[in-house]
Structure formats: structure tokens, C-alpha cells
């Protein structure tokens, strides 16, 4: 019975700080670099400002955020941030096959369709797009967990696989609906 329970609280807890969720300031706050006073701050974020929850796990009790309306990434004191709405992993792939390539890394061309500057993390990695902007990327075979954002625009998240001698193309668009 022990390990059932063991085994239920840890999908329990892995579950919930994986997940993504929309954020409301709630006073005045500074935005900081890093998760302690000690680290520079940003900016101050006012009250019903809106953030992107990176995670519900907490770093000395600051939410690693980005503020919608710059795409700054950074960390808020979670005393001063509302949860709202879970943000879901996109089910679909985003990166289109275009065919068999010579190369072993696979090579994506992103092209950014929009008027914004475009922020995509593949796992760790950061990359810029100016507005409609092309860049072709060369990456390693492999699972990627992706979020796409830009100032004023919820940030975009999933998990794409991809495979080694393929070429990928993906089209940052934006889509406007009612929250």
C-alpha cells in the first residue's frame, strides 16, 4: 500500500510542476534576473500584470516567469503572483518534414511571420528571430520540449521529436482568440 501511495504522490507532483499556467501580479513587484534579492532587478512589474508560469516548482520561493507583455523571462517572489489558467503542451508537431537530407542532424528552417520578435527555446537553447526573419538551424536527433513567445503573445509550448537526415520547416504565426 506504501509503494502505491509513494508511487501516486510522485506522479502527482511530477505532473503539477510540469505544467505551464498563466499568472496575475498581484502589487508592485520587482522583476529579477535570478531567484534571490540578492540578483539585478529587470524591471517592476504592476498589479495585473500578465505572466507566463514557467513551472509551479519554485526556486527560493520565486516563480521563474516571462512577462507577457515584453517576453522577459525572469523570476517573481510567488507571495506576489495569482495562478490562473493551465496552459496546455500543444499535441501537434509544429516542425513539417520536407524530405530526406544528407546531413545526419536534422535542419530546420523557421521562418518568423510576424511584426514581433520571435523568442524559441529548444530545451535549454535560445534563439532570436527578428521580425520575418528566416534562419536555418541544425540540431541533434532528439526530443525537444519547445515554447515559442513574443511581447504580448502567451507563449507557445510542446515536445517535437526530431529525426536524424530530415529536414523540418515551421512558420511562427500569430493566432488571435479570446482567452
Known amino acids: ?64 516567469v516571462i512577462d507577457i507583455a515584453t517576453d522577459r523571462e525572469g523570476y517573481v517572489h510567488k507571495s506576489f503572483v495569482k495562478i490562473g489558467k493551465l496552459v496546455s503542451k500543444s499535441n501537434e508537431s509544429v516542425f513539417t518534414p520536407t524530405g ?31 521580425p520575418y526573419e528566416t534562419k536555418n538551424i541544425t540540431l541533434s536527433p532528439e526530443k525537444y520540449d ?7 503573445v502567451i507563449p507557445y509550448i510542446g515536445t517535437e521529436r526530431l529525426k536524424s537526415n530530415q529536414g523540418y520547416s515551421w512558420e511562427f504565426y500569430i493566432s488571435t482568440s479570446r482567452r
Open 1 to 64: 500500500m506504501i509503494k502505491i501511495f509513494t508511487l501516486f504522490v510522485f506522479f502527482v507532483t511530477t505532473t503539477i510542476y510540469s505544467q505551464s499556467y498563466l499568472g496575475t501580479i498581484t502589487k508592485q513587484v520587482n522583476f529579477r534576473e535570478g531567484s534571490s534579492t540578492e540578483d539585478n532587478i529587470i524591471s517592476f512589474l504592476k498589479p495585473n500584470s500578465d505572466v507566463f508560469i514557467i513551472s509551479l516548482e519554485t526556486e527560493n520561493d520565486y516563480y521563474n
Open 100 to 130: 530526406q537530407s544528407s546531413n545526419y542532424d536534422p535542419e530546420v528552417k523557421i521562418f518568423n511571420n510576424t511584426s514581433k520578435t520571435l523568442t524559441l527555446k529548444l530545451n535549454t537553447q535560445l534563439y532570436y528571430f527578428s
Open 146 to 152: 519547445f515554447r515559442a513567445s513574443a511581447p504580448g
